[in-house]
């Protein structure tokens, strides 16, 4: 029978039946998938074939190719990747402009990692309810996205402020939510699922950062006649970037790929070469300087996670 994995703990998976059916399952044999080296290879939101053993146990014993998925480093220096989830429609980064304070760097990491793997991406700002006084500084920080293509919605989940338009999109989709630790998402998914009742933390007020509330990552189900479910992932504090060599890292920063013919040298990585379109628009402004710092801090593998 074909199910849909709906959580991952690493040794055991929870799949839900297209019957609608749900049960804990175990992998049969070892999955290598696509040539990927990973510390999970069935992720949740992957579609697999499921039959019962001679003991009675559900045992997943395929797995469909995936449309896509999002892979990560548990930090800059980890060589263990991770996939995160599979199958999406969209995937949202929930970030905060104040306690604490999501940076650019982070930011850019999880969009190039998006357009690697051909998942949408849209930036939630949560906490907008801290932010008054601030509006400026808002609006030019969204305006640094939205100008690229970024969709960026702002929202407080705390005083439900901003969620009708967010419901509206995860409509019939399957989505993935991810974030630092302490950005939300716990709070953001009880918002949108009534009675699932996840548990919340506090955020740190010495370093401004949040704990760890989630553990595993999860998909949660909305109540909706159309369907839609959130794929829920552990706060992330690092986020590697995987597999992409550094001649190919230019193409995913969206702003760069209608300069990259102009360029004078085909290899061009946008450094100091003399005729390079990228660093043209970098002078004039055309090309966010900020997104172009963290390209260079992205290209020389340099900790830009603060």
């Known amino acids: 029978m074909k199910a849909t994995v709906v959580r991952s703990t690493g040794s055991w998976y929870r799949i839900r039946k297209d019957d609608g059916s749900s049960c804990d399952a175990?992998?049969?044999?070892?999955?290598?998938?696509?040539?990927?080296?990973t510390t999970n290879p069935i992720a949740v939101g992957d579609r697999v074939e499921c039959n019962n053993?001679?003991?009675?146990?559900?045992?997943?014993?395929?797995?469909?190719?995936?449309?896509?998925?999002?892979?990560?480093?548990?930090?800059?220096?980890s060589r263990q990747r991770q996939i995160l989830a599979a199958n999406l429609d969209r995937a949202i980064l929930l970030i905060t402009l104040a306690a604490p304070a999501t940076s650019t760097g982070f930011i850019?990491?999880?969009?190039?990692?998006?357009?690697?793997?051909?998942?949408?991406?849209?930036?939630?700002?949560?906490?907008?309810?801290?932010?008054?006084?601030?509006e400026a500084e808002v609006e030019a920080f969204a305006d640094m996205y939205r100008r690229i293509g970024y969709p960026v919605?702002?929202?407080?989940?705390?005083?439900?402020e901003g969620l009708e338009p967010l419901q509206?999109?995860?409509?019939?989709?399957?989505?993935?939510?991810?974030?630092?630790s302490g950005a939300g998402k716990s709070t953001l998914i009880n918002r949108l699922i009534p009675g699932l009742d996840l548990k919340t933390g506090a955020i740190s007020a010495q370093h401004q950062k949040g704990k760890h509330t989630t553990t595993f990552?999860?998909?949660?189900?909305l109540d909706d006649p159309e369907g839609g479910a959130i794929i829920d992932t552990p706060g992330i504090r690092d986020l590697g970037v995987v597999d992409l060599e550094a001649?190919?890292?230019?193409?995913?920063?969206?702003?760069?790929r209608p300069l990259l013919n102009?360029?004078?040298f085909h290899n061009c990585r946008h450094l100091n070469e003399p005729g390079c379109a990228v660093l043209a628009a970098v002078e004039s402004g055309t090309v966010s300087a900020e997104r172009y710092y963290n390209y260079l801090s992205i290209l020389h593998n340099e900790d830009v996670f603060r």
Do not use: W
């Open 217 to 221: 990552a999860e998909m949660h189900f």
């Open 262 to 264: 102009q360029c004078r």
């Open 108 to 134: 850019d990491r999880f969009l190039l990692t998006c357009e690697a793997y051909h998942v949408p991406a849209l930036l939630l700002i949560n906490k907008c309810d801290l932010l008054e006084g601030a």
């Open 153 to 160: 919605m702002l929202i407080s989940a705390l005083h439900e």
């Open 26 to 37: 175990r992998i049969r044999g070892k999955f290598r998938l696509d040539g990927l080296n």
């Open 168 to 180: 509206a999109l995860l409509r019939g989709k399957t989505t993935l939510l991810s974030g630092h």
């Open 53 to 77: 053993d001679e003991e009675g146990h559900e045992v997943i014993t395929g797995i469909e190719p995936r449309r896509n998925y999002i892979i990560r480093r548990s930090n800059n220096l």
């Open 247 to 256: 001649r190919e890292i230019g193409h995913y920063f969206v702003e760069f």
